[in-house]
């Protein structure tokens, strides 16, 4: 690059940001002028709060007053975000206005035209257009075009034209750092220069760099069911949140940030990924975990989380992981649809429903309304017009109970400040006559003294979905591989867990699906985008009632078979199948990503020899240090290695993390170095990583990833099992600059027998 041609480009960026400047000082002006207004607004609504309510019409007509300020209120405060967000913008966009270039030729034009490419758009007062927006239709050309003739999709159709040159910049504080003109989709050395960096608390955004395979993941805006299977390391989760901002901007009339969820790994990973809408410009998704997803749904029963699954069950019997499949299964979500489809009134389980130890309406009154309702129905219609039909009845009930003795004696114990409580704000003539008067008491007395079984109503407490659902175990058709007494058995174990308020996991959404239903509900219609992050760690079963519970959404699964959790792995396309199967989707997509961004050459090589597929993993390439295998042949002295490099590592690298096969290994660990160096046991409930060494097990590891990781007991004692493949793989691919691993004795296996050539191993053993 010559120096004439980067005096040129920096003195544009000199251009830009001085514009950036002028537009930021208006802007500041009108945010403080915004401000103010909004104060002023609210404080005028407090004013307005205060009126008289004492005269009906004027109550009628403040309230229509307070609306209108309410109204006002949300529209200045509003404004005001808008104003601050573009504040923001404008401040962003100084620092760094801009990291790409292209230059294009359209046809019958006899110039070229320069675009700059940035994080959000800027256009002067004179409305040139001196930053693109990355996402808009012309910017995909940057990201996917090589130099020549190039198409790219508007709202008006494909467009075509010349793609002359392709220019990536690193510009810092108004700056140019780096410069450089490429013929690729984005050059390699804008790549190790990110790549390379240490690691951040939160994530960052990639725009700058995205790849050309992780476009076609961001800019789908035709598949009703786009399922990513990427390596470890591959942009994946990068990808989606880019995508997310994307869509924001491609749907910005009619999509909200809270119209899209995203299911994550746990709320570490909700925090570490945090940053990179704002950082865009964008809100935030909104963000749940499977277990705050299901523990929601099942107020006041504990149901088994993935977590405690991980650290119990690590050797399943071949009788409950056929049982376990089976549940898990889209079969059994289908037939437990096929059962809700077909069910009639007698064979519901309908509670009597008491109040104060009396029958108020028995099972039998209630079984006969469902009975009464149109054979057609759907189950969940039918279950509303039951609870409709009994609301109605317990109206009358209270009609005729108002005339009771009990009511008379409840009303004469009143003492008169109790009495006014009853007609407060009605003494204005309301009453025609005393007995009008004692009228409109009891009918608050006696409404009350039925509120419970009011909301018993409401809520479909007599409807007992857990009973049912042993109903619908009873009658499953099962897989041949389960033997009908093993069946019963478990029917058995899920009736005496229920009495301890327990639920096994799987039988978590197989019951909610049941219950939704049966008695409608549980499903949220807003809702537009889905995001599943992590994908193989859901059964089949739980994606099913997931896509049940968000009916309008379109459905994003990202996830890397090879990193599943002490199971076997299952390959993409298998996968595909089932869901497409599960989904029924017209518009399915499947994209795999197999280069791998996170982890050095070195680390990426020795990761991949670990899987019995990992040829296909490209390891980028990025240069380090070797992994290193440290075996010690006591427990006492892994631990003295561990501190020792651990130590080591803390003075070069910014995070390290001591990751663990389970929590059981993680406390232990962390009771032995805790007083020799600073370190942190992370817990399910943790959110955010603290400095110096983390401890944790690998399951709360998903998504994240450190300067330098440390593998705990790699040992062949430890890592004995087939099963165990994804758990190592995952370890060790958390990593970016540096790994090392802790044997206690011989090494596993899956490390032994991988196809690793000597000199890419630094094997450190002491007897
Ligand atoms: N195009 C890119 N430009 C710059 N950095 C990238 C790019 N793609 C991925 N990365 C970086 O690679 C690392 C891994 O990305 P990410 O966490 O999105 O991968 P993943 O596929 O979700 O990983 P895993 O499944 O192992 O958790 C991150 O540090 C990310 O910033």
């Known amino acids: 690059m010559d120096t004439q041609d980067l005096n040129n480009e920096q003195k544009r960026v000199d251009y830009v940001v001085k514009k950036l400047g002028h537009r930021l000082e208006k802007t500041q002006m009108e945010y403080d002028q915004a401000h103010n207004e909004t104060k002023r ?9 205060s009126v008289n309510y004492f ?78 927006d990355w996402r808009a239709p012309i910017s995909s050309i940057y990201y996917n075009g090589t130099l020549g003739k190039v ?140 277990k705050e997803f299901i523990d929601h749904r099942f107020e006041g029963l504990k149901v088994q989380g993935l977590f405690d699954r991980y650290e119990n069950e690590v050797n399943l019997d071949d009788k409950l992981a056929s049982i376990r499949n089976f549940k898990e299964s889209h079969e059994y979500m289908q037939q437990i649809y096929d059962y809700a489809e077909n069910i009639d009134a007698k064979n519901m389980f309908f509670n009597d429903l008491m109040l104060d130890g009396k029958v108020i309406f028995d099972n039998e009154v209630i079984e006969n309304i469902y009975d009464s309702q149109p054979k057609l129905m759907k189950a969940a219609d039918k279950f509303l017009s039951t609870k409709n039909r009994l609301i109605k009845l317990l109206k009358k009930r209270i009609e005729l109970e108002v005339y009771k003795p009990w009511v008379d004696a409840k009303i004469d114990q009143l003492n008169s400040e109790q009495y006014h409580d009853f007609i407060a704000g009605h003494e204005l003539g309301r009453f025609q006559d005393e007995d009008d008067e004692r009228y409109f008491i009891a009918k608050q007395i006696v409404t009350e003294h039925f509120r419970k079984m009011y909301d018993a109503i409401y809520n479909g407490n007599f409807f007992d979905p857990y009973a049912q659902y042993i109903n619908f175990m009873k009658q499953a058709h099962l897989n041949a591989d389960i033997k009908i007494n093993d069946w019963q058995n478990n029917i058995q174990n899920y009736d005496n867990q229920l009495e301890m308020h327990k639920i096994d996991l799987d039988d978590a959404a197989p019951i909610l699906y049941l219950r939704d239903l049966l008695m409608g509900g549980g499903q949220n219609q807003k809702m537009q985008y889905l995001f599943v992050d992590e994908m193989q760690d859901y059964s089949i079963a739980q994606l099913v009632y997931i896509k049940h519970a968000f009916p309008k959404t379109k459905i994003n699964l990202i996830g890397d078979s090879e990193q599943a959790l002490f199971k076997e792995v299952e390959s993409p396309e298998t996968l595909l199948n089932k869901l497409n199967k599960a989904f ?146 995952t370890i060790a691919t958390r990593s970016m600059h540096h790994l090392s691993l802790i044997s206690i004795g011989n090494v596993s296996p899956i490390i032994k027998n991988a196809n690793l050539p000597v000199n890419e191993l630094n094997i450190n053993h002491q007897i």
Do not use: C
């Open 151 to 290: 198409n790219y999709s508007t709202p008006a159709g494909k467009q075509s034209t010349d793609l002359l040159k392709k220019r990536q910049f690193q510009i810092k504080k108004g700056h140019i750092d780096n410069m450089f003109d490429t013929n690729e989709t984005v050059g390699d050395e804008m790549l190790q220069s990110a790549l390379g960096d240490q690691n951040d608390e939160t994530m960052q955004n990639i725009v700058a760099t995205i790849q050309s395979e992780q476009n076609d993941i961001i800019r789908d805006t035709n598949s009703d069911l786009l399922v990513v299977q990427g390596v470890a390391g591959s942009g994946k989760t990068s990808a989606i949140l880019q995508r997310i901002a994307f869509l924001l901007y491609h749907s910005r009339s009619s999509l909200e940030a809270d119209q899209i969820i995203l299911f994550s790994p746990n709320r570490l990973f909700s925090h570490y990924i945090s940053d990179v809408l704002p950082s865009l410009g964008e809100r935030n998704m909104r963000q749940v975990t499977l």
């Open 41 to 49: 607004v609210q404080q005028n609504y407090g004013n307005n709060t």
């Open 584 to 729: 029924a989707t017209k518009k399915s997509r499947l994209i795999t990503l197999n280069r791998s961004y996170r982890s050095t050459y070195q680390i990426t090589n020795f990761a991949k020899a670990l899987l019995p597929n990992g040829d296909k993993i490209e390891p980028f390439n990025r240069q380090g240090p070797s992994p290193e295998i440290i075996i010690r042949h006591s427990e006492q002295a892994g631990i003295n290695s561990l501190i020792k490099k651990a130590n080591k590592e803390l003075e070069t690298e910014g995070t390290v993390a001591v990751i663990t096969k389970n929590l059981v290994e993680a406390k232990a660990v962390y009771q032995h170095i805790t007083t020799k160096i600073n370190s942190t046991l992370l817990a399910d409930t943790d959110r955010s990583l603290p400095k110096g060494v983390v401890v944790m097990p690998i399951y709360l590891a998903k998504g994240l990833e450190f300067d330098s990781v440390i593998a705990w007991n790699i040992s062949a004692e430890n890592y004995n099992s087939k099963k165990l493949i994804g758990t190592l793989y």
């Open 55 to 132: 005269e009906v019409d004027d109550r009628i007509e403040t309230s229509a007053d307070l609306q209108q300020q309410r109204g006002l209120v949300n529209t200045v405060i509003q404004n005001e975000a808008i104003i601050k967000n573009q504040l923001q913008t404008y401040k962003r966009l100084s620092d760094s206005p801009y990291f790409g270039r292209i230059d294009i030729l359209d046809d019958g034009e006899q110039e070229n035209e320069k675009l700059y490419i940035g994080t959000a758009s800027f256009v002067d007062d004179d409305d040139n257009f001196l930053v693109y």
